[in-house]
């Protein structure tokens, strides 16, 4: 069951450069989308969200494309920097409930200074 | 800022033990939810609680699973008869209302011997 995918275990960047981290979806029943950052040990931080009606928003350093057609969203990050470097989780809800969200496997960001 | 928070960070047990794993949601928050990651593997969405009962929950949530909101403050999870597939971190996330966003605890290490 791989509704929610991400298919770059890993990516490096430079600092002060973009980091651009993809995740595609099966499901376009899926009524909103999220971003977190974790760290080892810690639990999963939010970063951003997009709702299904809406193909970008925006919050500081990190913006996230929705393009519905693709089934494909993407997280920016401009500029990156080394604090930056975590697993990001794509994450998708509202396919059955508000409840229910759907994580992908994440993607490692590594940001080289 | 407020924050989800869970004792204990890590839990030792033997297999066939009861265990009951505890979280404290941010406090104006009325939506709450466990999920589990196994080690290397996604973040999974176990059940999620709503007005002092279950709204959704999955397949891996059967009866070996319950949880619980004991008072104003807690939110537990309680694992009956504890199997050696169960070792994973357990993450407790509480949303508020009119929003989408779940925010996530620190986790707690079960680890079943």
């Known amino acids: 069951d791989q509704q929610v995918k991400q298919n770059s275990p890993s990516l490096s960047v430079q600092e002060g450069r973009i980091s651009i981290l993809n995740c595609d979806y099966t499901n376009s029943m899926f009524d909103y989308f999220l971003w977190y950052k974790k760290y080892p040990a810690e639990g999963p931080t939010f970063l951003i969200s997009i709702s299904s009606i809406k193909d970008k928003n925006e919050d500081g350093r990190f913006t996230v494309f929705l393009n519905k057609s693709a089934k494909h969203l993407s997280l920016h990050i401009v500029p990156s920097q080394p604090g930056d470097s975590a697993v990001y989780f794509c994450?998708?809800?509202?396919?059955?409930?508000?409840?229910?969200?759907?994580f992908g496997p994440g993607t490692s960001l590594s940001v080289i200074p | 800022e407020p924050e989800v928070t869970q004792t204990p960070s890590h839990q030792v047990t033997q297999m066939g033990q009861e265990v009951i794993l505890r979280c404290v949601p941010i406090s104006n928050h009325l939506y709450f939810y466990w999920y589990r990651q196994i080690l290397g593997q996604k973040v999974e969405f176990l059940v999620s609680?709503?007005?002092?009962?279950?709204?959704?929950k999955s397949e891996i949530f059967d009866d070996q699973f319950s949880v619980e909101r004991p008072d104003g403050s807690n939110f537990t999870l309680k694992i009956r008869s504890t199997k050696l597939e169960d070792s994973a971190m357990y993450f407790c996330?509480?949303?508020?209302?009119?929003?989408?966003?779940?925010?996530f605890g620190p986790g707690t290490r079960l680890t079943v011997t």
């Open positions: 994450a998708a809800g509202g396919e059955t409930s508000y409840d229910k969200v759907i």
């Open positions: 996330a509480s949303r508020d209302d009119g929003t989408y966003e779940q925010y």
């Open positions: 609680f709503y007005n002092n009962e279950i709204s959704e």
